[in-house]
């Protein structure tokens, strides 16, 4: 399906619009209210609880944004609801509850997390959450299964690849090479059908996300922070997701 204007009409506040010097940490309800009060879309990230909730958090694990250590998925929802964000008043929120603080007043655009083993218990749980709401609501992984998946689970509802050029760092190293230049080259397209692409804007300019564009597919471009990404993302790509800055 055709990705809709409003993917693109503003600028996508990356995890929400925090500033931690001023207490609104990532992907919190304060920073997506902040977002909301300028006017900017929201981009989020979604992990799986014990019980088998879908929680806005960036991490697999507690230990960078709270004062709790260990997995997201070891505890249940009602275990998180009780911990503050490090220096926050913040609690972390379910994907349903961070919507509805939101209210459809701005797009969001869900980020998927995985770990590339099949699981789509997240995915389906997110598919439950925003089934049967008109707000604009978009969802991405770096997951081309869980894109796939996506388009039977959640009909209708934009679906996008995030996606940068190399896979050969950090926690993608793990991954087998011929995947790894599957993902970095977009060869999974034919199969995983997204509506748009998020890529790496460090990345840009690009093959892949040039071609997509040329036959109409959107790009967003993650994470804009300095003016020299800003100008990338004017040239190569269709709006920003930005941090660290107000456009």
């Given at each position: 399906?055709?990705?809709?204007?409003?993917?693109?009409?503003?600028?996508?506040?990356?995890r929400?619009?925090?500033?931690?010097?001023?207490?609104?940490?990532?992907?919190?309800?304060?920073?997506?209210?902040?977002?909301?009060a300028?006017?900017?879309?929201i981009e989020?990230?979604?992990?799986?609880?014990?019980d088998?909730?879908?929680?806005?958090?960036?991490?697999?694990?507690?230990?960078?944004?709270?004062?709790?250590?260990?997995?997201?998925?070891?505890?249940?929802?009602?275990?998180?609801?009780g911990?503050?964000?490090?220096?926050?008043?913040?609690?972390?929120?379910?994907l349903?509850?961070?919507?509805?603080?939101?209210?459809?007043?701005?797009?969001?655009?869900?980020?998927?997390?995985?770990?590339?083993?099949?699981?789509?218990?997240?995915?389906?749980?997110?598919?439950?959450?925003?089934?049967?709401?008109d707000?604009?609501?978009?969802?991405?992984?770096?997951?081309?299964?869980?894109?796939?998946?996506l388009?039977?689970?959640?009909?209708?509802?934009?679906?996008?690849?995030?996606?940068?050029?190399?896979?050969?760092?950090?926690?993608?190293?793990?991954?087998?090479?011929?995947?790894?230049?599957?993902?970095?080259?977009?060869?999974?397209?034919?199969?995983?059908?997204?509506?748009?692409?998020?890529?790496h804007?460090?990345?840009?300019?690009?093959?892949?996300?040039?071609?997509?564009?040329?036959?109409g597919?959107?790009?967003?471009?993650?994470?804009?922070?300095?003016?020299?990404?800003?100008?990338?993302?004017?040239?190569?790509?269709?709006?920003?997701?930005?941090?660290?800055f107000?456009?």
């Amino acid at each position: 399906m055709p990705a809709p204007s409003w993917l693109t009409a503003q600028p996508v506040a990356h995890r929400g619009l925090h500033v931690a010097a001023d207490r609104v940490l990532e992907n919190t309800p304060g920073a997506a209210l902040a977002a909301v009060a300028r006017g900017f879309a929201i981009e989020c990230d979604v992990q799986l609880t014990a019980d088998g909730e879908a929680v806005v958090f960036h991490d697999f694990t507690l230990d960078r944004l709270t004062g709790e250590s260990g997995r997201i998925d070891a505890r249940t929802v009602a275990a998180l609801a009780g911990i503050a964000f490090r220096d926050s008043d913040d609690r972390i929120p379910t994907l349903g509850a961070f919507l509805d603080l939101i209210g459809g007043r701005v797009p969001v655009v869900v980020e998927i997390k995985s770990g590339f083993d099949g699981n789509l218990a997240l995915t389906r749980r997110v598919t439950e959450v925003v089934a049967g709401r008109d707000d604009p609501i978009a969802l991405m992984s770096f997951d081309p299964a869980i894109v796939e998946a996506l388009a039977e689970l959640a009909p209708g509802r934009p679906r996008g690849i995030t996606a940068e050029a190399n896979y050969d760092h950090g926690e993608w190293a793990r991954l087998p090479a011929a995947m790894q230049k599957s993902l970095g080259h977009l060869l999974h397209m034919e199969r995983s059908r997204p509506d748009f692409i998020a890529w790496h804007v460090k990345d840009l300019p690009h093959a892949a996300p040039n071609m997509a564009r040329y036959f109409g597919m959107p790009v967003l471009t993650w994470t804009v922070r300095t003016p020299e990404d800003r100008e990338t993302a004017m040239k190569y790509a269709d709006q920003m997701i930005f941090e660290g800055f107000v456009p």
